[in-house]
């Protein structure tokens, strides 16, 4: 089940091993959240909703990605700082939040390299979070960069994270948080040696889910309520039309 | 004060010892929340508050007889009728309106499962002690098919601070002894055996009763520091949807 469109090179595979889907974003660069890797991702999404197996029985998700980044943010060189793309490319990532969130089975993210920005945002959209511990940073950048971050990145972030303090840590501080920092401020539900350990908890802790045999439907029907703030404030995005100057990367 | 209509067994209990109200439900049962038990409960609360000596500093200890402290909403009771789901839903959300409002500290010994809206009945009170060795508290809705009401995740998140302890109480519909409670903030304290239980919530009522507070300033602190519960208890939005497999896996 490869995602490719032709003349294009694949952004990321979704395969299916037993229970566990595995959708990867390939390629060994810093996986831009771009309109195109968006478009392949949620296209995988569609395909995996639309398997048979995944709805009849019970299912995970992991997310992972190939190289040194998990996500380093949106696409800001794409962008140019021109509204129309901004508005394209938040929409965009928004859209595939939503889905991530009606997702009917869990969702477990593999980070075994840098997030940042939004790429940390879409780590956080998944129902679990395992990180590789030698190396790799949850980054809320935009501060260092000289962006303001939308209200649903703190939407996500606050039902993520209880504790204010570590919220302003990742956020007012940009702190680069490892995964121990992640394990302690509660973003993170564990920390591995190597991105195959990661990988293999994350393989480990889907199929201890898919154990629990929950009908998808509820499972997403629940995880709505439990997100509910998240499903409202990822609706609008008041920072499309604001850019700063500053705004290369500074991992 | 016993709570008893003609020809019904007796649902639970009222019973004045000092300064402390015990409500208990009574019988070895389930006690599924259906209109009849919170019927009875709302009836009990609503002669406390008429009770001339509520209005020197007291306290509320809601315990349970038997294994449960209560296993949710009576659902073979309501078979599926939305007009019964719907009378469940607006009795209990009552019921914990008037928790919210009862002018005095309440706490729910908690000595057997409670689990679903049962544990709901437990959060709606300020402190919660529970037995250690038997018992737990159980957000079963993910296991029985059904999607939790927002109600009951305001009044998670008025409870639980940290997003992973909601997380695997209700998307993981862990079963939570006293000591995970504990450890999630869910639980002040946990006890060996059921009178150890009753006895800490005494303790804990006696100290609470000490501070002379008045009932009414009470309560209405509590209801600016629950405000956001109280709005939502208001409607329930998932009594439309009712799934086939609703079986208890206890």
Redesign the interface.
């Known amino acids: 089940m490869e995602d490719e469109k032709h003349g294009e090179e694949q952004l990321c595979t979704l395969e299916k091993r037993g229970n566990l889907f595995f959708l990867t974003l390939t390629g060994a660069g810093e996986h831009r959240l771009n309109p195109n890797l968006i478009s392949s991702l949620r296209s995988a999404l569609s395909r995996l909703q639309s398997d048979p197996s995944a709805t009849s029985s019970s299912s995970a998700l992991i997310t992972t990605a190939q190289g040194k980044f998990f996500s380093n943010g949106f696409d800001l060189d794409w962008a140019q700082s021109s509204e129309p793309r901004l508005q394209l490319m938040s929409s965009s990532l928004r859209s595939l939040v939503h889905d991530l969130i009606c997702l009917p089975m ?1 969702t477990i993210a593999a980070v075994t390299g840098h997030a940042s920005a939004a790429g940390m945002m879409l780590a956080l959209s998944h ?1 679990y979070v395992v990180m590789r511990r030698d190396r790799g940073f949850l980054y809320m950048s935009e501060v260092d960069i000289g962006l303001v971050i939308p209200n649903w990145f703190m939407a996500l972030m606050r ?5 204010p303090r570590a919220r302003r840590e990742a956020v007012m501080r940009a702190a680069k948080l490892t995964a121990e920092d992640g394990v302690r401020i ?1 973003v993170v ?1 564990s920390a591995h040696d190597g991105a195959e350990a990661t990988v293999t908890a994350a393989a480990e802790l889907g199929e201890a ?1 898919v154990a ?1 045999k ?2 998808g439907h ?2 997403a ?6 997100l ?1 703030e998240v499903l409202e404030a990822v609706g609008y995005d008041e920072t499309v039309t604001k850019v700063a100057d500053k705004a290369g990367s500074k991992l």
């Open positions: 869990p129902d039902s993520k994270i209880g504790e509660g539900d889910l629990r929950w009908d509820v499972y029907g629940n995880r709505r309520v439990v509910r």
